[in-house]
C-alpha cells in the first residue's frame, strides 16, 4: 500500500484562489492531523452556509475574508458564540499554514529579550501595554526594537491589510504608530525613533496656507456671515446655517480650491471668492473630482457645486447668465434622491424572522434585567455592570422614540430629562436640536421611566468623575459621551445578541417595519414618529407596505382556511317541487 507523501504548499509558493481550493488542499494535507483537518472542512463548510455562497465563489483573498467574517456574528449565523469562534480560529489557522497570511490574529509567543526589556519595567502601563501585541508580531518576524522604522511599518502596514485577518488593519496600525510615538516620550529607554502617523483625510488637497491671505479673509468672511449673527443675513435667509453645516462648507471649499490647484491653476490667481466661484473655475474644480471618481456622480462633487451656488447667490450677489450656469452645473451633479440601501434593506429582512425580532424587542428589557440579578447578588453596581444598564437604557430610547443618535447622546438631565415629582419622566428638545427643527416633546413609558430612575439612582455615577449632567456621560471633566462610542455600544449589543449589524439608527427603520407590518395602510403614523415633514421622506419605507400587505392577505386566507370557509364547495340549493299549476 502506497502512502501518499504530504504536500508543502508554502514551499510550493501555490496559494489557494478561493475557499473551495483552501478546503481541498487542508483536506489532502497529510501535515496536519486528521481531527484537525476534520474541523477546519467543517468550519469552512459552516462559513459557506452562514454568507449564503458557494465555497467555490468566495475569494481566499485574506481582505474579503476579513469582511465576511466581519460582519457576521454568531446570533446571526445562528450557532454559538464558542462555536463561531472556533470557526474564525480554524480558518485563520488554514490561511496561516498555506501562506496566505503571515500575521495571525492570536501570537501566543513570548517576545524577544530585547522587547522584554523595554515592556517590563511598564508592563501594563501606559503605551507599552498597547505595544505587547505589536512586539510578539515583532519576535515572530524577527524584528528587533531598534529596527522598527518607517521602512518596516510601511511593510506591516500592507500585511496587516493584505496578509492578515485583523478586523481593522488600517486603524490597527495607526493605534499602533501613535502607542509607539507616546512611548518614546515617556519610557525611558524606549528607541527615539519616532514614526510617521497616516492621515488620510483630504491627503490630496493642499493646505490652507496654499492660498493668498485675501482669498481666506474672503472665506472667514462668508462663513461667519452665514451663522446668521448679522440680522441683514437673517432677513435674506429663513434661518442660520447650523454649525455642522458651516463646517461642511469649509471643508468642500478646501476640496473646491484643492481641485483647481492640481488641476494647474497657479494659486495666486484665486485672491477672493470672485476669483473662484466661476462658472468656468467650478467647471474645472468638478470635473477634476468627476475624473477622480472614474466619472461616476459623488456626494462631494455634488457638494462643491451647491456651495458655489450658495457662494454666488448670497456673497457674491451674482445674478444672470453666469448664475444660471453654475445652477446648471449643481443640477447636472446633484445625487438622486436614495432610497433605502440595499446593506439596511437586508438588515430589515433579517427582522422577518419572528425569534430575531423577538430578541430586538426584548433586548434593552433583558440586558436591565441581568444588571439588576448581578447588583442584587453582589450588593452594588461596578463599572461594567453601570455600562452595561447605559446602554440598555439606549437601546430602549432608541427603540421607542427612534431619535437620531445626536439628540440621544445630547440629553441632559434637568435640561432635556425633566424628572417629575411623581415619578414620570418627560423629554423635550428644543428645534434647534433637531435636524428638521420640529421640536420633540414625550412622555416615558412606565416601564422606561422606571429604567430611567434605576439607571440615574444606581449605576451614572460610576460612569463619571463629576455630575456633568449628560445622560449619557463621557470619561472627560463635563462630557457626553462621544457618538461614535456611544454607536459602539449598541451596535456590539445588536451583533451579539440579536444578530443585526447595526447602529441606533436602525431603530428608525425597524420601527417602520415594525408598524407597516401591524397595519400596511400606517404610513402617515410612520411619518409622524420619525418626525419627517415631508411624506417624501417616508417614501422609501413604502417599500415595505407591499409585503405586509401581501402578508395580511395571507393571515386573511389562512384564517378562514381555519375556520373551514375555504375548501369546500358551497351546498347546491335544493329546488322545491311544484305540481303543473304551480302549487307546491
Same mark, same amino acid.
Given at each position: 500500500m502506497t502512502t501518499k507523501a504530504p504536500t508543502d504548499w508554502t514551499?510550493?509558493?501555490?496559494?489557494?484562489?478561493?475557499l473551495a481550493e483552501v478546503r481541498q488542499r487542508i483536506r489532502d494535507d497529510l501535515c496536519l492531523p486528521l481531527a484537525q483537518r476534520r474541523d477546519i472542512v467543517s468550519s469552512l463548510n459552516t462559513l459557506g452556509k452562514a454568507v449564503g455562497k458557494m465555497l467555490e465563489g468566495v475569494s481566499a483573498s485574506p481582505p474579503v475574508i476579513? #469582511?465576511? @467574517? *466581519?460582519?457576521?456574528?454568531?446570533?446571526?449565523?445562528?450557532i454559538s458564540r464558542g462555536r463561531w469562534n472556533n470557526i474564525r480560529s480554524h480558518i485563520g489557522h488554514a490561511l496561516l499554514h498555506l501562506g496566505v497570511i503571515n500575521i495571525p490574529n492570536r501570537i501566543d509567543a513570548p517576545p524577544s529579550e530585547a522587547w522584554r526589556a523595554l515592556l517590563g519595567p511598564v508592563a501594563g502601563i501606559g503605551p507599552a501595554a498597547e505595544?505587547?501585541?505589536?512586539? *510578539?508580531?515583532?519576535? *515572530?518576524?524577527? @524584528?528587533?526594537?531598534?529596527?522598527v522604522d518607517d521602512d518596516f511599518m510601511a511593510k506591516h502596514r500592507e500585511d496587516l491589510i493584505h496578509r492578515s485577518l485583523i478586523a481593522d488593519p488600517k486603524n490597527n496600525f495607526r493605534e499602533t504608530v501613535l502607542a509607539w510615538n507616546r512611548a518614546v516620550s515617556e519610557v525611558a529607554g524606549w528607541p527615539a525613533i519616532r514614526l510617521t502617523v497616516p492621515d488620510n483625510s483630504l491627503y490630496y488637497t493642499p493646505t490652507w496656507s496654499t492660498y493668498p491671505a485675501t482669498l481666506m479673509a474672503d472665506v472667514e468672511r462668508w462663513l461667519a456671515g452665514s451663522t446668521g449673527s448679522d440680522i441683514f443675513v437673517r432677513l435674506e435667509r429663513r434661518r442660520p446655517l447650523r454649525a455642522a453645516t458651516v463646517v461642511s462648507n469649509r471643508v468642500h471649499t478646501r476640496l473646491m480650491l484643492g481641485a483647481l490647484v492640481n488641476s494647474g491653476v497657479d494659486p495666486a490667481l484665486l485672491v477672493d471668492?470672485?476669483?473662484?466661484?466661476?462658472? #468656468?473655475? @467650478?467647471?474645472?474644480?468638478?470635473?477634476?473630482?468627476?475624473?477622480?471618481?472614474a466619472g461616476e456622480r459623488s456626494y462631494v462633487n455634488a457638494r462643491i457645486a451647491s456651495v458655489a451656488v450658495t457662494i454666488a447667490r448670497h456673497h457674491l450677489k451674482m445674478s444672470g447668465p453666469d448664475l444660471v450656469r453654475l445652477q446648471a452645473i449643481a443640477k447636472e451633479l446633484q445625487m438622486p434622491k436614495r432610497a433605502m440601501t440595499e446593506r439596511n434593506k437586508e438588515r430589515l429582512r433579517s427582522m422577518d424572522d419572528a425569534g430575531r425580532t423577538a430578541a430586538m424587542i426584548n433586548l434593552p428589557w433583558a440586558m436591565a434585567a441581568e444588571v439588576d440579578r448581578e447588583v442584587k447578588r453582589q450588593g452594588t453596581s461596578t463599572c461594567v455592570l453601570a455600562l452595561k444598564y447605559q446602554t440598555a437604557l439606549a437601546i430602549a430610547l432608541g427603540l421607542t422614540r427612534c431619535w437620531r443618535i445626536k439628540n440621544l447622546g445630547g440629553l441632559i438631565i434637568g435640561q432635556n430629562v425633566l424628572l417629575r415629582p411623581d415619578g414620570r419622566v418627560v423629554v423635550a428638545i428644543h428645534e434647534s436640536e433637531v435636524k428638521n427643527y420640529a421640536p420633540i416633546e414625550t412622555e416615558l413609558s412606565p416601564r422606561l421611566a422606571s429604567m430611567m430612575h434605576t439607571y440615574l439612582d444606581k449605576h451614572i455615577a460610576l460612569l463619571s468623575d463629576s455630575r456633568s449632567g449628560f445622560l449619557f456621560p463621557g470619561t472627560g471633566t463635563g462630557r457626553a459621551k462621544t457618538l461614535g462610542a456611544l454607536n459602539q455600544n449598541i451596535n456590539s449589543a445588536l451583533t451579539e445578541r440579536v444578530g443585526v449589524d447595526a447602529s441606533n439608527h436602525f431603530f428608525r427603520h425597524f420601527s417602520a417595519k415594525l408598524i407597516l407590518d401591524h #397595519?400596511?395602510?400606517a404610513i402617515r403614523i410612520v411619518q409622524v414618529h420619525l418626525g419627517h415633514q415631508h411624506l417624501s421622506s417616508t417614501a422609501p419605507y413604502a417599500d415595505r407596505r407591499g409585503a405586509a400587505a401581501a402578508?395580511?392577505? #395571507?393571515?386573511l386566507i389562512e384564517g378562514n382556511l381555519a375556520e373551514g370557509k375555504i375548501g369546500r364547495a358551497p351546498a347546491a340549493k335544493r329546488r322545491k317541487s311544484t305540481d303543473r299549476k304551480g302549487r307546491k
Open positions: 514551499c510550493l509558493g501555490a496559494k489557494p484562489t478561493t476579513r #469582511d465576511l @467574517i *466581519r460582519h457576521k456574528t454568531a446570533a446571526m449565523v445562528g505595544l505587547g501585541r505589536f512586539a *510578539r508580531c515583532c519576535t *515572530r518576524l524577527g @524584528i528587533e526594537p531598534s529596527q471668492l470672485g476669483a473662484v466661484v466661476t462658472p #468656468d473655475r @467650478i467647471y474645472q474644480a468638478c470635473n477634476y473630482h468627476l475624473e477622480r471618481a #397595519d400596511p395602510t402578508t395580511h392577505v #395571507d393571515r
